[in-house]
T-cell receptor
Framework: EAGVAQSPRYKIIEKRQSVAFWCNPI?????LYWYQQILGQGPKLLIQ????????DSQLPKDRFSAERLKGVDSTLKIQPAKLEDSAVYLCASSLVIRTGGVHNEQFFGPGTRLTVL | AQSVSQHNHHVILSEAASLELGCNYS??????LFWYVQYPGQHLQLLLK??????LVKGIKGFEAEFIKSKFSFNLRKPSVQWSDTAEYFCAVIPNSGYALNFGKGTSLLVTP
């Protein structure tokens, strides 16, 4: 089966510019996650969707970050304007649903987009 | 604050050595526990997971992990590592009431021939 697709794989921008990342989850997966992984740290959740609704965006810096999943399939994460500290790998993950029978489903990760802000 | 701690940030082992990577968490209540691995140039993939039952969990590629509830620990082990095990290893926790993975900072493992 095809995995989680992300594009672009790499992006270099200057601070105060805008950038957008795209994610296409595994077919049939209702839940989609965006994580931010800063060098030397583990991934941190930014936002989670169930179909086209937001489940959790408590750690999304809403003054500059936005995300949407309009048709409940692919998703876009945008940063506007970017800051130096936004340099990181942005990971998209998907799972069938959040839980099945009370057990959390496995999350499948994409290759990530490496963002460098100069 | 709730967190996931991985004790070793960088580990270097020779092939055939035994491996144990420590992971402790500070979440109360029931938790779901995971180890993810990221091989060089590849994406994160699940190594093993624990939800309930037998606290000794077996995963792919000969890895296993033991859940010790009293110690809030979920340590990863492998009796004999191979050069191909060189990778970044992440421990992650989802509280049963939560939704998303909470990751540790990761351990970089280098296996030398």
């Amino acid at each position: 089966e095809a995995g989680v697709a992300q594009s672009p794989r790499y992006k270099i921008i200057e601070k105060r510019q805008s950038v957008a990342f795209w994610c296409n989850p595994i077919s049939g997966h209702a839940t989609l996650y965006w994580y931010q992984q800063i060098l030397g740290q583990g991934p941190k959740l930014l936002i989670q969707f169930q179909n086209n609704g937001v489940v959790d965006d408590s750690q999304l810096p809403k003054d500059r970050f936005s995300a949407e999943r309009l048709k409940g399939v692919d998703s876009t994460l945008k940063i506007q304007p970017a800051k130096l500290e936004d340099s990181a790998v942005y990971l998209c993950a998907s799972s069938l649903v959040i839980r099945t029978g009370g057990v959390h489903n496995e999350q499948f990760f994409g290759p990530g987009t490496r963002l460098t802000v100069l | 604050a709730q967190s996931v701690s991985q004790h070793n940030h960088h580990v270097i082992l020779s092939e055939a050595a035994s491996l144990e990577l420590g992971c402790n968490y500070s979440y109360g209540g029931t938790v779901n526990l995971f180890w993810y691995v990221q091989y060089p140039g590849q994406h994160l993939q699940l190594l093993l997971k624990y939800f309930s039952g037998d606290p000794l969990v077996k995963g792919i590629k000969g890895f296993e992990a033991e859940f010790i509830k009293s110690k809030f620990s979920f340590n990863l082990r492998k009796p004999s590592v191979q050069w191909s095990d060189t990778a970044e290893y992440f421990c992650a926790v989802i509280p049963n009431s939560g939704y998303a993975l909470n990751f540790g900072k990761g351990t970089s493992l280098l296996v030398t021939p």
